[in-house]
């Protein structure tokens, strides 16, 4: 969305100005913007791309003009609406004040005359709108705006323009809904097509329940376990909760939240009559403690019945020892969702599942514990440990499903599956990239050690000496891992990854010539699958296939997509595939997890910086004046621009446009941002000036991989961290900005350096070294860095960062910050190592710097997991039955 933006701006630069973000939904982005035309604050809502293209941009402005005629006191109006570039929006009035929600937010409860009032007001206004021949079918505390008190209805229409354009048949498929769990009727959660006026009667229900006890009527974890509930119970009583609720208006707010539509009121008219007074409307009165009459038992009967399969589908997702749902597409492949029994979740970040070849046993490996792999047999009700396998990783099946190879720390071994007896085949595994592929012809290829880890090895199944099957030096600095092999033992497919795996390609290599080649950029998981279509999983857990010849090992044509959802991890999608056709693979969020910048405070008090602003984001450089930040964001396919953005609530601009380009860096008088743009192997450094008065142009070239750059305080040496590259596994290397611009070795060796930071005096720079066999922090003198070391951290270090006096150098040790107090009159001296917070919670890269610190004492920018539910449980694991059946008919369409 963020790319879209820019050019949004532009396109509307003539009618209207966008100021900053107000907030975000499932489909709209909103922002303040300025009508230059009418020289007024309006709302300018921009619908996400993703559900432009399902519902086609014409057809769904055609029908948002069916509100604009929509004129009522407690219904926010629509200004204008169209089409820039590519992105659809509407505008609307600017309202001071707050979202219902908002205030729910803060008082939890509302004074029962308020909230009665507020559901009066919105009820008048569904009234009006029903009568108008327009459902708001979206009904909910975030819709409800409050202006001086009174209640504005808003978004009226945009729902039903999506049900009644191109694509709302096919929201559902995709995994789009039309309305929000809590407040979905259950003819709405059931999918009915024909929605009536009763629909939003129960979604105000909902609002004035949740007004009145602090919580809408149904809640649970997850979106499934609300929609089972909303099926299967009853609302609990209000006076039971809240004594101070008049009888009466229980009595309507339970009989709005009727599971039968012709149990609710008929109108929003009757439901506002019966909030007014006792006795304005006949209601029904459900009982928390009396049974329903016989007609009505039966009634709710009926519909339970109907819904049965689809309330099971739901239960399954949140629990059960092996629960299922089980629908069949058209092309005759049938879906499950899985759980695997209390306490056994699959780790996300060991490629935990893996299918033997007649798909009739899955290997899980175990997220809550070291171990061990687990196996699920089809037709048995519980998962079995594999003894023997405890702290193992990469499950894989032999051909024939008889035995199971692993990796355990830097040991490759595999079981018989019934038999205890296990065999170690090789004791020097990879331990950074891992996995591994069983072949046909009884061999076994692994990453492993080699001049830069990019080799991979081949080993008998039975045992003996490994061979050499691949070394690249074309691959210097990136890792190689992650093999699957092709049939007939004609070669392997392997992803190779760079920066913590932002950029992913497949590749394929020829063991009859031990040459290698790229197949696909944004490209991992490949599986060859029958009829020479060779699946593979994009960054964005997107599943496509694409034709592929086996003899020469290429690509023949373009990608179809076949799956959405798919979790990646690392370089690695959890995904696998029978010879049988059967799927399963971990459904999940896109792999650039979305992250919130926020200031913490050294006693670990966070606030975030931009409540509305999250986003891909991958590193963050604070400005000199602490007044901006320059953030590496990740786009579609694999790429990366930099962006600044104005504290605290100001715009987000687009500074570098084209390529991959990363880890900013700003110059130290605050113009300018330096940042590292991937050539393939080699990097180069550029500079921009923030306002973007002039182009990009070139600061430092080198032969190998970028991977950090910063700036000396006097701007006279540019300090570059290398990775992989011909002298060393990790070098820090100073180029001049002026006159000689030869690269000069500062700190090469033959260990890893990493994040290296220059003091603000410019006398000394601080790194990370594994010279000692763990990563600690060390100091040496600048720029002459020859005449004297001194290590900082003991015990572990990572990640130093100075404080803009100099006094402080701090760094990561475990899961804790720590400040080491610097003395440096005339040499360099740590007095004190002083834990400050716990940095457990905040997402670290090991390779690059994962914080800065903001000038002047006033903490530190730590970017941190936006959207997580702690709640969550188990990931949702699919799998499907004669899935290839489902992948022809998609490539036939």
């Not at 070795?745 to 290296?756: G, I, N």
Request: with cysteine; charged share 20%.
């Amino acid at each position: 969305m963020a790319e879209h933006l820019g050019h949004l701006t532009t396109a509307l630069a003539d009618r209207y100005r966008l100021e900053r973000e107000l907030g975000q939904g499932g489909m709209a982005m909103v922002y303040l913007a300025h009508d230059l035309r009418h020289d007024r604050k309006v709302a300018l809502k921009v619908l996400r791309p993703e559900l432009s293209a399902i519902l086609g941009a014409q057809r769904f402005l055609g029908e948002i003009k069916t509100t604009a005629n929509l004129q009522h006191p407690h219904i926010l109006g629509l200004f204008d609406s169209g089409e820039a570039d590519g992105l659809v929006f509407y505008v609307m009035p600017f309202v001071e004040g707050e979202s219902l929600r908002a205030r729910l937010v803060r008082e939890k409860q509302l004074p029962v005359d308020d909230a009665v009032r507020i559901a009066r007001e919105v009820a008048d206004a569904l009234d009006y709108a029903h009568r108008h021949g327009v459902i708001h079918r979206d009904i909910k505390p975030e819709n409800i705006l409050l202006h001086d008190g009174r209640a504005l209805v808003a978004d009226f229409g945009i729902a039903l323009a999506a049900a009644r354009s191109d694509g709302g048949s096919r929201m559902t498929e995709t995994g789009m809904s039309l309305g929000t769990p809590h407040y979905m009727s259950p003819e709405q959660a059931m999918g009915e097509r024909e929605i009536t006026v009763r629909s939003d009667v129960y979604a105000l229900g909902c609002v004035l329940y949740e007004m009145l006890t602090g919580e809408p009527p149904f809640t649970g974890p997850t979106a499934q376990a609300i929609i089972a509930r909303v099926m299967t119970e009853e609302p609990r009583s209000l006076t039971l909760q809240r004594k101070t609720v008049p009888p009466h208006v229980e009595a309507a707010v339970l009989t709005a939240l009727s599971k039968l539509p012709a149990d609710r009121f008929a109108t929003a008219a009757q439901f506002g009559e019966a909030l007014a007074r006792p006795g304005a409307a006949t209601v029904v009165v459900p009982s928390g403690t009396e049974r329903a009459p016989a007609s009505r038992r039966s009634r709710l009967r009926t519909l339970a019945r109907a819904a049965v399969p689809w309330v099971l589908a739901l239960l399954a997702v949140s629990g059960g020892a092996w629960a299922w749902r089980e629908r069949t597409s058209r092309s005759g492949t049938s879906w499950r969702y899985l759980a695997f029994g209390p306490g056994l979740s699959p780790a996300t970040d060991r490629l935990p599942l893996a299918l033997s070849p007649d798909g009739n046993a899955l290997a899980i490996v175990d997220a809550n514990s070291s171990g061990p792999i687990w196996l699920k047999r089809r037709g048995v009700l519980r998962p079995t440990p594999i003894l023997g396998t405890e702290s193992a990783i990469f499950p894989t099946f032999s051909p024939d499903g008889r035995w199971l190879a692993f990796q355990e720390g830097p040991r490759l071994k595999k079981v018989r599956l019934g038999e205890s007896e296990v065999v170690t085949l090789v004791d020097s595994v990879d331990q950074v990239q891992g996995g591994l592929a069983w072949l046909d012809d009884g061999t076994l290829i692994y990453p492993g050690p080699g001049l830069q880890g990019k080799v991979l090895f081949r080993i008998s199944a039975e045992g003996g000496a490994s061979s050499l099957a691949l070394e690249d030096k074309t691959l210097a600095g990136l890792g190689v891992g992650y093999p699957q092999g092709l049939p007939g033992a004609h070669g392997v497919l392997f992803t190779v990854c760079t920066s913590g795996c932002v950029q992913m390609s497949l590749h394929a290599l020829d063991l009859r010539t031990g040459r290698q080649r790229e197949l696909l950029n944004d490209a991992t998981g490949g599986i060859l699958l029958p009829g020479d279509r060779l699946l593979y999983v994009r960054r964005d857990g997107t599943a496509l296939v694409v034709p592929f010849d086996l003899d020469k090992l290429a690509v023949t044509g373009p990608g179809v997509p076949v799956l959405e959802g798919v979790t990646v991890f690392n370089g690695v999608a959890n995904l696998t595939v029978s010879r049988t056709g059967v799927l399963v693979y971990e459904q999940g969020p896109p792999p650039a997890n979305e992250v919130q910048p926020a200031r913490v405070s050294r006693e670990g008090v966070i606030s975030p910086i931009d409540s509305a602003w999250h986003g891909p984001f991958n590193s963050f450089a604070v400005s000199p004046d602490g007044r901006r930040i320059a953030v590496g964001v990740g786009l579609e396919s694999g790429r990366l621009d930099i962006w600044i953005k104005q504290l605290d609530r100001g715009p987000f601009t687009r500074l570098s446009f084209g390529g991959t380009n990363r880890r900013p860096a700003w110059s130290p008088d605050g113009r300018t941002v330096a940042f590292i743009h991937d050539t393939g192997a080699t990097s180069l450094v550029y500079q921009r000036p923030v306002d973007g008065s002039t182009p990009q142009h070139l600061l430092a070239s080198l032969d190998r991989q970028i991977q950090e750059v910063t700036w000396s305080p006097d701007g006279r040496w540019l300090v570059l961290r290398t990775d992989n590259g011909q002298a060393g596994a990790g070098d820090i290397v100073g180029v001049r900005t002026s006159g000689d611009t030869t690269p000069v070795a500062m700190v090469a060796d033959q260990f890893t350096e990493l994040h290296p930071t220059v003091s603000p005096d410019g006398r000394w720079i601080a790194y990370t070294s594994n010279e000692s066999g763990t990563q600690e922090v060390y100091v040496r003198a600048f720029p002459q860095t020859t005449s004297g070391r001194w290590q900082v951290s003991n015990g572990g270090g990572f990640q130093p960062r100075w404080s803009s006096d100099g006094r402080e150098l701090y760094f990561g040790s475990g899961d804790r910050l720590i400040a080491a107090q610097i003395r440096a009159t005339q040499g360099f001296e740590v007095t004190e190592l002083k834990p400050l917070l716990s940095a457990a919670g905040f997402p670290a890269d090991q390779f690059h710097q994962s914080y800065d610190v903001l000038p002047g004492g006033k903490g530190l920018l730590f970017p941190r997991p936006w959207g997580a539910d702690p709640t969550a449980g188990a990931p949702i694991v699919v799998e499907a039955e004669n899935w290839l059946a489902d992948v022809q008919a998609r490539m036939q369409r």
